[in-house]
C-alpha cells in the first residue's frame, strides 16, 4: 500500500512570495489533515478535510493560507504572502489510520 | 480544550537500557485514544503505540509499553532494551473518540531521546 505522498520535500522562499504544497492521501482515505510543525514544538492542525468538505480550519490564518481538496482525493496547501513565521514543515496525514507523510520544509526568509 | 504536556526536553539513555518518557494530558471526554509516535531527522512521524481510554489494560508493542493512569491523567511510554535506532524525538499525541468520523491529533511539544553507545 502506497503511503501519504507530499511535494515538494523542501523549499526556500523570499518573505511575501506565495508557496504552494501537494498532498495525495492513501487511496480510499475519506479524511485528510494539515498540520504545521514549527522547530521545537509539536504539530498543529491547521485544517481538516473529510471528502472535498472542511470539518475543521479554527486554526488556519485565512488572512494568507487557504487549502483546497476539490475532488475529494489530493489536496493542496498555499501561503501568500508568506512571513518569516510561516517557517516549520507542513505534514499531511490521512485517516483512518492517521498516516503521516514526510512533511515539506519550508523556509522563509 | 485538550492539552498534552512533556515536561522532559530530553532524555538519554544508554543502549540495551530502559527508559521512560513522561506527558500528561487534560480533558472532559471520557472516551479517547492516546499515542506516542516517533519522529527520525527524515521528519515522518511514525506511530508507536496506542491507547484506547476505555481499556484498561495498558498496551504493549515489542520494546514500548505503557503505562496508561486514567484518573491520574498520565500516560507514559517505557522503552525496554534501548537501541540505537530509537534516537528521535518522542511526540504524545491525544485523539478525541468522535462517533462514525475521525479526529485530529493533539500534540505534545516533544522530547528528544538519545541512544549513548
Known amino acids: 500500500e502506497a503511503g501519504v505522498a507530499q511535494s515538494p520535500r523542501y523549499k526556500i522562499i523570499e518573505k511575501r512570495q506565495s508557496v504552494a504544497f501537494w498532498c495525495n492521501p492513501i487511496s480510499g482515505h475519506a479524511t485528510l489533515y494539515w498540520y504545521q510543525q514549527i522547530l521545537g514544538q509539536g504539530p498543529k492542525l491547521l485544517i481538516q478535510f473529510q471528502n472535498n468538505g472542511v470539518v475543521d480550519d479554527s486554526q488556519l490564518p485565512k488572512d494568507r493560507f487557504s487549502a483546497e481538496r476539490l475532488k475529494g482525493v489530493d489536496s493542496t496547501l498555499k501561503i501568500q504572502p508568506a512571513k518569516l513565521e510561516d517557517s516549520a514543515v507542513y505534514l499531511c496525514?490521512?485517516?483512518?489510520?492517521?498516516?503521516f507523510g514526510s512533511g515539506t520544509r519550508l523556509t522563509v526568509v | 480544550a485538550q492539552t498534552v504536556t512533556q515536561s522532559q526536553p530530553e532524555m538519554s539513555v544508554q543502549e540495551a537500557e530502559t527508559v521512560t518518557l513522561s506527558c500528561t494530558y487534560d480533558?472532559?471526554?471520557?472516551?479517547?485514544?492516546l499515542f506516542w509516535y516517533k519522529q527520525p531527522p527524515s521528519r515522518q512521524m511514525i506511530l508507536v503505540i496506542r491507547?484506547?481510554?476505555?481499556?484498561?489494560q495498558n498496551a504493549t508493542e515489542n520494546r514500548f509499553s505503557v503505562n496508561f493512569q486514567k484518573a491520574a491523567k498520565s500516560f507514559s511510554l517505557k522503552i525496554s532494551d534501548s537501541q540505537l535506532g530509537d534516537a528521535a524525538m518522542y511526540f504524545c499525541?491525544?485523539?478525541?473518540?468522535?462517533?462514525?468520523?475521525?479526529?485530529?491529533?493533539?500534540f505534545g511539544k516533544g522530547i528528544t531521546l538519545s541512544v549513548r553507545p
Open positions: 491507547q484506547e481510554a476505555y481499556k484498561q
Open positions: 496525514a490521512s485517516s483512518p489510520e492517521h498516516t
Open positions: 480533558t472532559s471526554e471520557s472516551d479517547y485514544y
Open positions: 499525541a491525544y485523539s478525541w473518540k468522535m462517533a462514525g468520523a475521525n479526529s485530529k491529533l493533539t
